[in-house]
């Protein structure tokens, strides 16, 4: 049957012998409440094996030494709940063998349940806590319970109350220091270790504590009742609040830094909140809270320490008892009681600061807290950040002490103007109170108001208007309130955007104001700048001062792409950034200015200041800007994604040369063939009116017409005729780097602009064009590229495109050359041109010296006199061998028309 799993587990460890023959030792004894194998190795990992209470028992003790002998208890939190150790001498083992100890443990899976009210103290002295004593007994013992331990009746309120108010020993002093190094210890401070001369007020002391704070949150402070100087570190480690250790170990615990030392006989010097901090006999410092001035106001006898305790639990209860701070229950306690006007002050501050997140809104126990904090709420702006600082170093919530300095900052000149947003250090995550937002609006439209009184300081009123913005939104205010805070932000800053179109008002503002977040500048300052009437007065590109522009742009804004600007499909949000950033592209490439570091890149956005200009150009008739346009077309950086949008929305306005470097260098795109076809369009203005463009233009739409031929043999005569008459030669000039724009490389060119300018090099070769402005270096590469298209060549030479001369000039040269210097000869792809043609019986070319000398003046003519020279007087000896390497004379039906070309 599936064991039980409930709530609890128990658990005993000792060492003992089952009879089995295996000689026994520390083993778990038994398990109930279906306690596995992981919660087992941690619940034993924390039994203590060595027990040094004093005073031991007698060797041979008697049945009522036996009954009355030292315990130990501890209790913490574990990965697994909370658990329980107990444990006890238990006389010598099976073996004989003294010292041994018996471990009850109970594991706690549910702290944070509210049922049952109880503290984990009150189980000192439970009867339910197994005691065995002797081999016989701890063989023999077992568990079964899966129950709570009963309370053992020993730590309760009532006595408590009397041992810290015993008259005979003056207690509250320890109390007061001790209850605030735990406030402290429990913050992730330093764990408490408090000396104690008899063991037996070890109990009282915890108990003190736990009595303190409300039932549920006793079940998160952890405690041993016993452990000396040797055992402290593991308590360290294992994050026990506070430990009770005998005085005899002041020694060996004195001068330890990672503890607070306390002596339960010592007479502290008690200190005074945020100024002085107790100081022990022994020199220890420990800071004041508010716990011990609470502890001493309800301790001023009896009666009224039991009404304030029983108060605080049935607050407690009432809030669910569930992740509540040590001090609140007591602090609402001590509210609700007449006569504490002594400590209302302190009662104010930690019902403020420590009030649980989950108080449910219009509860009885909220509105009273609301009603407290109205009536302590700060008076100043430093005043309510001093609170906002002791609720961050408590890791508490921040949400009401940030309201109040958000509340007092923004209606505070001389606190806006001293101090940055970035100084307060906090941020709302959930909803902020209610109140707060009357008070922005309240704010705020006085400052909207003002904008009226024409006595108003504008300048000074543009900064504290940036502060407060820049302060609602570090803090989340945006997002924390009900109401809309950027529109209201957004309107009163529009008051005064118009003093950004003045350059000198504009540098005092960004002068007093200084740099604001990110997020203010994107929500509130860039979309009141890029929307200012008066600036949209001024053409695009002159509407801020450079400063302005700096100033409003912290980092790289995040740009969508042209077509989505274009289309109006970018995120709305961004449309201002684009506007000003467009601003400050079109100033850093066109006025020069110097490049900021972090934006030094810009002219890949050259194309947002293009979409500015011609919207400007469209909407003013601007044509003076088009010298603007050019520059920065002649940046190279349009993709045919941005030509695309461009030519599609400003038609001819666009300079066919924008689209220069895509159409030479760009991979094949979607964008591509709507581009080539508005080149071609320019291409036909050209024709009517050929003024109408650029040398640069012509370039670009020659490279335009080569790059939009797909199939070389579906080319009409004509179609090809135009290829090799009118854009070869601008083509070569292109290469040639005469002109102003950047000489066009082929490494650089995309592969189909690079095959289709090889084929059509050849071509205008073969047929006798001048090729001499292309760099040799150049040449070789468009050779290479031609050599991997011979089956295209084929087809060409088929078709009667190229014709077979030139290319058997040019293997016949290279052949003659390379005999002539008595080299090893290298086939070249014209070589398996004329092969080719040869096996398909299609050659068509010179076969004697006079006709391949003609065929070779396109080439002859580029070399020197000299080379010439010997060129007419040696390679004529090569022409049979070269004939016979392609076997061109084995088909004596062929005839063989000698070709000659007019010799220019």
């Not at 002797?134 to 023999?140: I, L």
């Not at 270790?193 to 998160?220: K, Q």
């Not at 009030?355 to 008076?379: I, N, T, W, Y």
């Not at 060409?796 to 030139?806: K, N, R, T, Y």
Request: aromatic fraction near 8%.
């Amino acid at each position: 049957m599936p064991v039980e799993r409930g709530r609890f587990g128990h658990l005993i460890y000792t060492s003992f012998d089952d009879g089995s023959g295996t000689g026994g030792g520390w083993q778990v004894k038994d398990v109930s409440g279906g306690i596995d194998s992981a919660e087992r190795e941690i619940l034993t990992s924390w039994v203590a094996t060595r027990f040094d209470l004093m005073p031991a028992l007698d060797r041979y003790p008697t049945p009522t030494d036996i009954d009355n002998r030292q315990r130990r208890l501890m209790y913490a939190k574990v990965s697994c709940g909370a658990a329980y150790w107990h444990t006890v001498e238990a006389g010598t083992d099976g073996s004989g063998r003294p010292g041994n100890v018996f471990a009850h443990v109970v594991l706690d899976r549910e702290i944070d349940s509210a049922e049952p009210p109880f503290r984990p103290i009150e189980l000192w002295m439970s009867p339910t806590w197994l005691m065995p004593y002797g081999p016989v007994n701890t063989r023999v013992a077992t568990v079964d319970s899966v129950e709570l331990p009963a309370l053992g009746g020993v730590v309760t309120r009532d006595r408590v109350i009397d041992f810290l108010l015993d008259a005979s020993v003056f207690r509250l002093g320890t109390f007061q220091v001790l209850l605030d190094a735990v406030a402290y210890s429990w913050d992730g401070g330093p764990p408490v270790v408090l000396l104690v001369e008899d063991s037996a007020s070890a109990v009282l002391w915890i108990g003190a504590v736990e009595y303190f704070m409300s039932p549920g949150t006793s079940r998160n402070f952890s405690w041993s009742t016993h452990d000396r100087a040797d055992a402290i570190s593991e308590s360290i480690r294992r994050k026990i609040h506070l430990t009770i250790a005998p005085s005899s170990e002041s020694d060996s615990l004195t001068g330890r830094g990672d503890i607070v030392l306390l002596d339960d006989t010592d007479d502290p010097t008690l200190g005074v909140l945020d100024e002085d901090p107790h100081l022990t006999r022994a020199g220890t410092a420990v800071a004041v809270t508010p716990w011990s001035m609470l502890a001493q106001a309800v301790l001023i006898d009896h009666s009224t320490a039991i009404l304030a305790l029983g108060s605080q639990d049935s607050i407690a209860i009432e809030a669910g008892d569930t992740a509540l701070s040590p001090m609140w229950p007591l602090a609402m306690a001590v509210a609700s009681m007449p006569g504490m006007d002594d400590v209302k002050k302190e009662v104010a501050r930690v019902i403020s600061e420590q009030r649980p997140a989950e108080l449910a809104p219009g509860s009885r126990l909220a509105m009273f807290s609301d009603q407290v904090d109205e009536e302590s709420a700060p008076k100043t702006t430093a005043e309510a950040v001093a609170a906002l600082r002791r609720a961050q170093s408590r890791s508490l919530s921040v949400s009401t002490p940030l309201s109040y300095v958000v509340r007092l900052a923004i209606a505070d000149s001389d606190w806006l103007i001293a101090h940055r947003a970035g100084e307060i250090g906090a941020e709302f995550t959930g909803p902020a109170p209610a109140a707060l937002a009357a008070a922005i609006g309240t704010v705020l439209h006085g400052y909207i108001d003002a904008a009226q009184d024409k006595f108003t300081k504008k300048i000074d009123q543009a900064v504290r208007i940036l502060r407060i913005a820049d302060l609602l939104v570090m803090t989340n205010c945006d997002k924390a309130m009900g109401v809309d805070v950027i529109d209201l932000l957004c309107n009163a800053f529009e008051t005064v955007v118009a003093e950004f179109s003045d350059t000198a008002s504009a540098i005092k503002i960004i002068e007093k104001a200084g740099g604001l977040d990110e997020r203010t500048l994107h929500l509130v300052v860039r979309p009141m700048l890029a929307t200012s009437p008066v600036a949209q007065k001024h053409s695009f590109g002159h509407r801020f001062e450079e400063s302005v522009l700096r100033w409003a742009f912290s980092k790289y804004p995040n740009i969508p792409i042209l077509r989505e600007i274009a289309d109006g499909t970018d995120k709305s949000e961004l449309r201002h950034d684009v506007s000003l950033f467009s601003e400050i592209v079109y100033g850093t490439l066109i006025d020069d200015w110097i490049p900021d570091p972090r934006q030094s890149n810009l002219k890949e956005f050259a194309d947002l200041a293009l979409w500015g200009i011609f919207n400007d150009v469209s909407e003013t008739g601007a044509q003076h800007r088009l010298d603007e346009v050019r520059m920065l077309c002649r940046l190279n950086t349009l993709s045919f994604a941005d030509l695309d949008v461009l030519f599609t929305r400003f038609g001819t306005a666009v300079p066919p040369e924008a689209a220069h470097a895509a159409v030479v260098t760009e991979k094949v795109s979607p964008h591509l063939a709507s581009v080539l076809a508005q080149l071609t369009a320019a291409g036909h203005r050209m024709v009517t009116d050929p003024d109408v463009l650029t040398s640069q233009d012509r370039a670009t739409v020659s490279w335009a017409a080569l790059r939009g031929v797909g199939a070389w043999t579906d080319l009409r005569p004509d179609e090809l005729n135009e290829l090799v008459d009118k854009h070869f030669d601008v083509i070569v000039a292109d290469l040639g780097g005469e002109k102003t724009r950047k000489p066009t490389a082929p490494v650089e060119m995309a592969p189909d602009v690079l095959r289709n300018l090889a084929i059509l090099f050849y071509i205008a070769q073969s047929r006798g064009r001048d090729v001499s402005a292309v760099p040799a270096v150049d040449r070789d590469k468009l050779q290479t590229a031609l050599g991997i298209q011979s089956r295209v060549l084929s087809g060409l030479i088929e078709a009667g495109v190229v014709d077979v001369a030139g290319i058997a000039a040019r293997s016949f040269f290279d052949y003659s050359r390379q005999q002539s210097n008595r080299v090893e000869p290298r086939r070249s792809h014209e070589d398996d041109v004329i092969a080719d043609l040869a096996r398909r019986r299609l050659y068509t070319g010179p076969l004697d010296w006079e006709s391949l000398r003609d065929a070779m003046w396109p080439i002859i003519r580029e070399l020197s006199a000299a080379e010439a020279e010997n060129i007419f007087a040696s390679y004529g000896r090569y022409v049979e061998e070269w004939v016979a390497r392609f076997e061109l004379r084995t088909r004596p039906d062929m005839s063989w028309p000698a070709f000659r070309i007019e010799q220019q």
